[in-house]
């Protein structure tokens, strides 16, 4: 009795360095379809990110397509076929965005692939909406089975589109200036009024130091320019920060007089200037 074993191919389902961040994996937003498929073998085994499924095309060629969750920066892909090396093969990057795959987004074809992992390093990086491979010449009566299709940009961990080595170099800040400054306020001299003005969003470190600042003038002030878009703000903020002016309108002005009695001013008796100018009276009368 002759034994046979049949071992499947080993699939080297890694990115270029082993930190990479795969766009077209599905926990990532990915999103397969297909030409065809065979069975419970559906495009979306091919970017679970599991070694053992896979998709299978129902015919001796087709195609495999992943749309990303967003434009990303690409320069490497990986295609992992199962048993049955094709030598033919075309590769597609939906630079448009619209998911038509045109001749022109051609980016890489072969006719002479040796293996069973295919790996596409492109020269150039690509912002692309998806990409697609073509089985462009059957193998007999095989039916193309690939396990894993991911795309990467090299040297990128986090998918942002810029390598480590850039971020690593980058210094980020955000201008605090606030755009149409200096802001006119208008007091028509009856109603409160206010005019306000926002900065944009920006996702850091909150800065310790207040996030708004106002700024009360009476009503014969009201009419000054009052510019609030500088100040000792941090280089970072939390979204949402808005700066405002306001100004209340008031018929004259307050009368001027003795400081308001405040909660670190004793009260005085007030008996003290009555009993003078009872004295004052009384000695007059003498």
Known sequence: MVLL??????????SPTGSEYNHALASNGGQATASDSSGSNTPGNAIDGSSTTYWQSS??????AVQFRSMASVNEIHGHFTSTVYSSLSLY?????????????KVWSTTTNPGLDVI????????ALGMKITIDAKVGSKLPQINEFEAYLRGDSDGDGLTDVQESSTVYYQDMGAAGMPQAIPDDAINASSSSVSLAQFYGIPAPWRTSRSITRSARTSRRALDIGTGPLGSTATSGIR???SSRSASRAPPRGPPTRGPSM???PSCTRT????SSSASTGR
Do not use: C, M
């Open 275 to 278: 009993s003078r100018r009872k």
């Open 120 to 127: 596409v390093a492109l020269q150039n990086v690509y912002s």
């Open 59 to 64: 015919s001796t060629t087709g195609w495999l």
């Open 266 to 268: 004793p009260l005085r």
């Open 243 to 245: 700066g405002s002016v």
């Open 93 to 105: 990057l939906d630079t448009s965005g619209n998911g038509a795959y045109e001749t022109g987004e």
């Open 5 to 14: 074993i049949f071992q499947g191919h080993p699939v080297a389902a890694t």
